[in-house]
């Protein structure tokens, strides 16, 4: 018969093992970790995950180098089922070996076949200098790049992150860093070794060079807010493109902040003279649930904002024009990030408002230059080929192109057009188009008239599904998308792309 004590030097070298890879770097290193600042690998899972939740994979992976410099495994964020990694910079500076490697497909591999998200938490070397070799083994990133479109991913930088370890952000559909956070091709050193470029990581690749070249789209002051936030971000998300969006639940809402109500409030944040400007983020506090939206990508292409929020307890993706940045003027680095956001939030059949006021593409040389048409058809490709429920309202005005980009062509698989009367739309304003056809002052005039008619006149024409009062705003977008979600009679299922990004 059997007897437990059989098993006692067996799983005293299990417990050996285990605390071995449990100390990480070494208290030492741990403790220098910690002094600037930071939380250490697992301290930053824990954080993440609701607590106790954390179940790790590969714990033994590595042998002597403990969990090979990457802590893996699985857990529950809002009570929902995650995949996670977190490099360990105080294990050989978080750099992948052999069985890093293999721990980083593994995840992702099952974060698809779970269909539930994957977040990594970034802080590493990259590839490790040593002899071993790989062979032909599965890199991470195809895993990875296999889980797009499909379940929610998730990198955030919370160190140094270079080489092959730095490329998981750039795939991933959201990106944050800490203000200690760095990603690059590759370190200073060998910045220095191939170009004699004398460079600090943080000139290199810190928040002031990824934020702004739309590399990481967020910024946390520490661990613990880019932690946060993650939670967050993922609270509007489905676990997969299998699924749908949840509605928060009644007894968990503020009281009335998932009811129909008035907008009054648009009437003193929205001047009628299109020529002054407002800041539309009091827009979205007013017509959404409460002022607690979550903005995506806030240092980069300002003249857009992208935002997640909530409409009737329903989760829902914004992509608004903002009026105090180039009048509203839709410039390169803005079509570039409403793009990618407007994908991500189809793949996840999350809803799209757009609210429009803007004069167009931002025109001049400087523009021109940066690929404002390219970024401007990129744009207008990811929203028309988007097939969950867009919802739009067209503030003041929308001109050309710029409105195009901002779901106002007719038959374009919108939910609902809506607009304020007065609004303003057409090729390009009246004061243009009378400068640019060099028109008589009887001409100019008659611009002008046409230009304040033409929303009725569009109306007229069912160019929109209806002009609003300002004050309906809120209760008009919720009716449309309380019946554009009857719809979802039949189980979700990912997106199939047929277009071709320009």
């Known amino acids: 018969m059997a007897n437990a004590s059989d098993w006692q030097e067996t799983l005293d070298d299990l417990d050996r093992r285990r605390r071995h890879t449990l100390g990480m770097g070494g208290h030492e290193r741990v403790a220098k970790h910690h002094a600037k600042g930071k939380l250490d690998a697992r301290a930053r899972l824990d954080r993440l995950l609701d607590k106790g939740s954390f179940r790790e994979l590969g714990m033994l992976a590595g042998e002597d180098i403990a969990a090979d410099g990457i802590v893996t495994g699985s857990g529950l964020i809002n009570g929902a089922p995650v995949m996670v990694g977190a490099e360990d910079f105080t294990t050989l500076a978080g750099s992948i070996g052999p069985s890093g490697n293999a721990k980083r497909y593994r995840v992702a591999e099952l974060a698809l076949r779970d269909k539930i998200p994957l977040v990594m938490l970034l802080e590493g070397a990259g590839h490790r200098a040593s002899g071993e070799r790989y062979g032909r083994t599965p890199t991470d990133l195809l895993a990875q790049a296999q889980c797009s479109g499909r379940v929610p991913t998730v990198a955030a930088l919370l160190g ?155 989760p829902v993706a914004v992509v608004a024009n903002q009026p105090n940045v180039l009048a509203g003027s839709i410039d390169a680095d803005a079509a570039d990030k409403a793009a990618h956001f407007i994908m991500v939030a189809d793949s996840f059949h999350l809803p799209i408002v757009f609210f429009a006021d803007n004069p167009g593409m931002l025109p001049g040389s400087r523009s021109e230059r940066s690929g404002v048409l390219r970024a401007g058809a990129r744009m207008f490709a990811a929203q028309t080929a988007a097939t969950t429920l867009k919802l739009h309202v067209t503030l003041r005005k929308a001109y050309g192109f710029g409105s195009m980009v901002m779901s106002l062509l007719g038959f374009d698989g919108q939910e609902a057009t809506f607009a304020f009367p007065g609004a303003t739309m057409g090729a390009m304003s009246a004061a243009a188009l009378s400068k640019a056809s060099h028109a008589e002052e009887n001409l100019a005039a008659r611009l002008r008239e046409a230009e304040l008619t033409a929303s009725f006149r569009s109306a007229g024409h069912l160019g929109f599904d209806e002009l609003i009062d300002p004050r309906e705003t809120r209760d008009q977008l919720l009716d449309a998308l309380r019946r554009g979600l009857r719809a979802r009679q039949a189980a979700a299922e990912p997106v199939q792309r047929t277009v071709i990004l320009p």
């Not at 993650?230 to 009811?259: C, H, K, M």
């Not at 002054?276 to 959404?288: A, E, I, K």
């Open 160 to 314: 140094p992150s270079a080489g092959h370890g730095a490329l998981v952000a750039p795939v991933s559909d959201f990106r944050i860093m800490s203000s200690q956070g760095a990603i690059f091709t590759a370190g200073p050193p060998v910045v220095k070794e191939s170009t004699g470029e004398d460079i600090t990581k943080e000139d290199l690749g810190g928040p002031n060079v990824a934020l702004y070249s739309g590399v990481v789209h967020n910024l946390g002051e520490d661990d613990e807010a880019v932690l946060d936030d993650i939670r967050r971000y993922l609270s509007y998300f489905p676990s997969s493109a299998w699924s749908y969006p949840e509605q928060v639940a009644e007894d968990i809402a503020e009281d009335g902040e998932t009811a129909p109500r008035p907008t009054p409030e648009l009437l003193d944040i929205i001047s009628r003279d299109n020529r002054r400007v407002y800041n539309m983020r009091s827009v979205l506090d007013v017509v959404f649930d409460n002022t607690d939206w979550f903005e995506v990508q806030p240092y980069f292409g300002k003249a857009i904002i992208c935002a997640l929020a909530h409409l009737g307890g329903h």
